[in-house]
């Protein structure tokens, strides 16, 4: 069964977000995913609002920008939210968006030998291990949580790229695509990450989370249109339309190799609130 979320996007005002935390679980939805964009909120900052204002909700982070972040706080902030919090923490790393990482200063010469670093220390902490680590960006000596969570949490990799597809399903447990993703780009992503997993040996189950551009509501189909016009998309990314319309594209995604759909609102979306409990009362039903 496809798991159905939505994005809580990161222009949302962050006092907003305990209710429009409370409005998705409310709603039905399984998962609340927020991103750490530059330069509007923490993401685990906002990870911890939502968690403290429900009660079952699950909180995907994806992502957190791995050259903006030292592991080990990372690590810290991850556990701490698992500790109060079990089993309701995705947490996801990315290579970060490169202007702005030198926006902070941040910007590294290898993003991908970065996150592959950095995906490794942070498993290892996560699983309650003592970390040496003398790296090209990650140097750890003797490092250890004291307050490891209980339950380590599956550990995803936002990708795109080839190589970083690689990447994730070598040490991830699943891999965050975006929305200009198709349904063959994800058949090709997966095809990709399983290269990733065979280099590695491994063969535990690794999910596919795939952001699904959606547009409801009036005047659905041109503000879709025009939101592709702006960021160059083609017409086969996103959908538009009812709670029907939008649900048959969750089920082409996820009959393309996707296990998480979570539905992405448009930038100008009014109504943050009102797109969630769409999401978990109109299209969640017609999903499950």
Request: charged residues 20%; glycine residues 10%; negative net charge.
């Amino acid at each position: 069964m496809t798991v159905l979320g939505a994005i809580a996007l990161p222009q949302i005002p962050p006092e907003r977000l305990p209710e429009v935390a409370a409005a998705a679980e409310q709603s039905g939805l399984a998962e609340l995913w927020l991103w750490e964009d530059c330069f509007w909120a923490a993401g685990s900052a906002c990870a911890a609002t939502v968690l403290a204002h429900t009660e079952r909700l699950c909180v995907g982070i994806g992502v957190l920008p791995a050259p903006l972040r030292n592991v080990a706080l990372t690590a810290m902030e991850v556990a701490a939210l698992l500790r109060m919090h079990p089993g309701r923490v995705i947490p996801g790393l990315g290579h970060g968006v490169q202007d702005w990482m030198g926006q902070v200063g941040a910007r590294v010469d290898s993003p991908l030998g970065l996150l592959r670093e950095q995906l490794t220390a942070l498993r290892a902490l996560l699983h309650g291990a003592t970390v040496d680590m003398s790296g090209r960006y990650v140097h750890l000596d003797r490092v250890a949580l004291d307050w490891p969570p209980g339950t380590p949490p599956p550990l995803v990799a936002g990708a795109s790229g080839p190589k970083t597809l690689r990447l994730s399903g070598e040490l991830a447990d699943g891999t965050v695509l975006t929305s200009a993703t198709t349904p063959d780009g994800i058949r090709a992503a997966r095809r990709l990450v399983d290269e990733g997993r065979a280099k590695a040996g491994r063969t535990e189950p690794h999910d596919i989370i795939v952001y699904l551009l959606s547009a409801s509501g009036p005047n659905a189909t041109e503000r879709l249109a025009a939101a592709r016009r702006r960021t160059g998309l083609p017409d086969t990314v996103g959908v538009a339309g009812d709670a029907h319309a939008i649900a048959d594209a969750v089920h082409r995604w996820s009959a393309a190799g996707a296990d998480t759909v979570v539905l992405e609102p448009l930038p100008d979306e009014p109504d943050p609130l009102a797109f969630v409990r769409f999401a978990g009362e109109q299209v969640r039903p017609l999903v499950e």
